[in-house]
């Protein structure tokens, strides 16, 4: 499902499946993007902050078209210990990797890989970041 902002409506909540994992889509090219997900973000509980939420940057392939510095998403997923991934979307190639790799990180919320939790990954996402 997808969600232009936070919060949902609450209307439907009754209809709405159970919710794995959050992935925050930020425009490198846009100073609106990352306002609306910075504002969405207090309308997240902070019990998904452990390893459900992560946040996904398209655009990087034009950096220099670029109104967000990458540093400042990197600051804000790290305030948020969550995972950023960067991608650019033009590119059939990389769309098809970070597909991939979102798509496994919902099996592994969800808890569909045995032994491996959010909470496991995204910690071994982190240590290997800071290396």
Known sequence: H???SLPLPSERDHLRPRIDLIVFMIDIKSKYSL???EASL???DTSFFLGKVCFLVTGV???NACSIETNAVCKLAE???SPVLFCELEL???RVA???RLLRMLQICAGHIPGVSALSFVSLMRNS???
């Open 2 to 4: 997808i969600a232009t």
């Open 35 to 37: 306002k609306n997900v």
């Open 42 to 44: 207090a309308h997240v």
């Open 61 to 63: 392939g034009r950096m």
């Open 79 to 81: 305030a948020y210990c």
């Open 92 to 94: 059939e190639g990389i």
């Open 98 to 100: 970070t597909a991939q």
């Open 129 to 131: 970041n800071d290396n």
